[in-house]
């Protein structure tokens, strides 16, 4: 368990047996500014207070939960969120989402403090109340082969916490991974489907780091019992975490915001690793890099490149070396 779990209880609202708003118990006791309360039969409330010249204008579109901004009389303003139509069952995911937004956001003050916020709480919708609505099948694989990766490779070589950090793929980065000097692309595709690589936007193949590697991963369906679903691979993951709050965290943030979309057939979906090609993006790799020389009329642009022609680009060295020596 890491340090920062003891800075909380255990369960926020537990000795808080009926409606105390606008009064409630801090929550995080190294930042005074946050607290937890009940209100209106036992809805459960978090808010948070400091000086501020102004409420900030972003908006949390998150389903069930109710946000109100109030001038207190000494000055400062508070944000009051309240959990409304999320069922009992959400109470251990609500509970994790408010440690989680206590720790990021308290390095920050004033209308920032209140921006971070309101963006930590979207950011963890997915997780705090799934859609379940389906993932696109590139969706679906693409975060199967990026969570087999972690397992596999990552957590060989790293530390969870390092590895989860490394992981940014989840986050709509420009790469799926970065760490030291280098980043790695992942592309995963049934191996049926395998000729082609689907770029997906200008920025993928941008080097922004010394090294920049595009993983290729190949996959089959399977029937197998011993094969990874996504829940299975989920499972697998959190238990290599084990109870490090804030690494925990910091991934069911991150996986939640597509493995909560998919559906429970989808979580139930079987594949094996068959293999993985590495490339490395160097000067003259094939590709339509925004930081290049671009027609300005040129914003946005979706490719394949056909792997048969990348020959003189594949490396014949094993992924673990890469993460350990670049």
């Known amino acids: 368990m890491s340090d920062l779990a003891t800075k909380f209880r255990e369960n926020p609202w537990?000795?808080?047996?009926?409606d105390i708003y606008p009064d409630g118990k801090q929550l995080y006791e190294e930042?005074?500014?946050f607290w937890v309360s009940k209100k209106d039969g036992g809805k459960l409330v978090f808010f948070a207070s400091d000086e501020a010249e102004r409420i900030p204008d972003e908006k949390l579109n998150v389903p069930d939960i109710k946000i109100e901004f109030d001038n207190l009389d000494n000055g400062q303003k508070k944000l009051s969120i309240v959990f409304e139509g999320l069922p009992q069952a959400s109470n251990e995911q609500i509970i994790i989402v408010v440690k989680d937004v206590a720790i990021h956001c308290s390095e920050f003050t004033g209308t920032q403090f209140?921006?971070?916020?309101?963006?930590?709480?979207g950011a963890w919708s997915e997780f705090l109340k799934p859609s379940r609505r389906g993932l696109k099948e590139s969706e679906l694989i693409g975060l199967w082969g990026e969570m087999y990766l972690v397992k596999e490779f990552f957590f060989r070589n790293f530390s969870p916490a390092q590895s989860i950090s490394f992981w940014i793929g989840p986050e709509r980065k420009k790469q799926d991974f970065t760490l030291n000097n280098l980043a790695l692309e992942v592309k995963t595709t049934l191996s049926e489907n395998s000729s082609r690589i689907k770029i997906s936007s200008l920025e993928q193949l941008e080097r922004t780091t010394p090294k920049l590697f595009l993983t290729h991963v190949f996959l089959n369906k399977s029937n197998e019992e011993q094969s990874w679903t996504l829940e299975r691979l989920n499972e697998a993951?959190?238990?290599?975490?084990?109870?490090?709050?804030?690494v925990k965290n910091n991934y069911l943030r991150k996986v939640s915001k597509l493995y909560n979309k998919a559906t429970l057939e989808q979580l139930q979906l079987k594949f094996n690793f068959i293999d993985l090609d590495i490339y490395e993006v160097v000067d003259g790799f094939p590709g339509i890099i925004a930081s290049e020389e671009l027609h300005p009329a040129l914003v946005k642009a979706s490719y394949e490149l056909d792997r048969n022609k990348l020959s003189e680009y594949i490396l014949d060295k094993d992924l673990n070396k890469i993460l350990n020596n670049g």
């Open 237 to 246: 993951l959190l238990e290599v975490i084990g109870d490090d709050m804030v």
């Open 114 to 121: 209140f921006s971070e916020i309101i963006s930590r709480f």
């Open 31 to 33: 930042d005074p500014r």
């Open 14 to 18: 537990a000795n808080i047996g009926e």
